[in-house]
């Protein structure tokens, strides 16, 4: 099968997807909610854990989700999405991810196998895939459809997000079916490899001398 084709800028020159190195930076009012709910939830998963309740780790989950969405949605409407933001977001993503997975195998140890398996896919597998955007000058993973479509759709899109981020949480709270969860964990798995084969097709867009 022939590698897709990376869209180039001066194909989409009506899009405000691409980066612009002149307004990078950290301080922006999204990272600065980004930074707050990381340690708003890192914090409640922590206390959360050692208070052995659940009910506080799933808001410490909620936190999490809240602020990923607002974060992105006041990086748009204000214009400052940045790619320095974006990586933060991801990075951090991971962080409040894993605080609450370690605090839901403290209290449930049955989970260990399938939420090692989803850290494995999420701080790992899908981290790689997510930085891969920098290869290309556009301001976040949600504008990779000017890359490939189809890996943004299953990756990126609001229902690919919701499957990604929230479908192994859910199940595994709601059915308790550790088993469940590990299938769920190897599926993710599976679709990461898949979609970094395809990244690896279309190959990085490395400038001529």
Known sequence: MAAPAAISPHDLDD???????????????????????TAISVTLSAYAAS???????????????????????????????????????????RFCAASFYVGLVWLHHEFAL?????????????????LSFLAWPIRSPNYFYVVDRRIWLLNWSHPGKAVNSSLFAVLLLVTHW????????????????????????????????
């Open 15 to 37: 899009l405000d997807v691409w980066a612009d190195p002149a307004a990078e930076r950290i301080g922006t009012p999204a990272t600065l909610i980004t930074f707050a709910r």
């Open 51 to 93: 208070q052995q309740n659940l009910t506080l780790l799933v808001v410490a989950l909620v936190v999490f989700w809240a602020g990923d969405s607002l974060d992105g949605l006041v990086a748009r409407v204000l214009r400052c999405e940045t790619r320095t933001g974006a990586v933060l977001d991801i990075l951090s993503d």
């Open 114 to 130: 399938p939420v090692f398996l989803y850290l494995a896919e999420y701080m790992v597998i899908d981290c790689f895939l997510s």
């Open 178 to 209: 550790a088993w469940l969860g590990a299938a769920i964990a190897l599926g993710l798995i599976a679709l990461k490899e898949w979609s970094l084969s395809r990244v690896a097709r279309i190959g990085m867009p490395i400038p001529a001398r």
